[in-house]
């Protein structure tokens, strides 16, 4: 059984900083983990993603702002968010992708940037 679970949204003013926390608990290897976004009336969308061996991608959108890091020991991913916008008010997923069965998904938490 495999259990993502994201903490640390909230209500933000624009320029302010927020830092999201996902823990994955599962017995089996994990590949890659990272985070995604979902704005209403929008698809979801990558927002940055860190695999086992540390290779690192983030969105256009967010570079030079969000930082990601992960501790394997720990199946955890972090997401430091500096300098937020109103544009990024979003639902923020975090997922997990496991050796051979596939990616499992958090059940998001709500990140919204006041202008």
């Known amino acids: 059984q495999v259990h993502v679970v994201e903490s640390g949204g909230g209500l933000v003013q624009a320029g302010g900083s927020l830092r999201l926390s996902c823990a994955a608990s599962?017995?089996?290897?994990?590949?890659?983990m990272g985070w995604h976004r979902q704005a209403p009336g929008k698809q979801r969308e990558l927002v940055a993603t860190?695999?086992?061996?540390?290779?690192?991608v983030y969105a256009d959108s967010v570079k030079g702002r969000f930082t990601i890091s992960r501790d394997n020991a720990k199946n955890t991913v972090y997401l430091q968010m500096n300098s937020l916008k109103p544009e990024d008010t979003a639902v923020y997923y975090c997922?997990?992708?496991?050796?051979?069965?596939?990616?499992?998904w958090g059940q998001g938490t709500q990140v919204t940037v006041s202008s």
């Open positions: 860190t695999s086992s061996g540390g290779i690192i």
């Open positions: 599962t017995v089996f290897s994990i590949n890659s």
């Open positions: 997922a997990a992708d496991l050796q051979f069965r596939g990616r499992y």
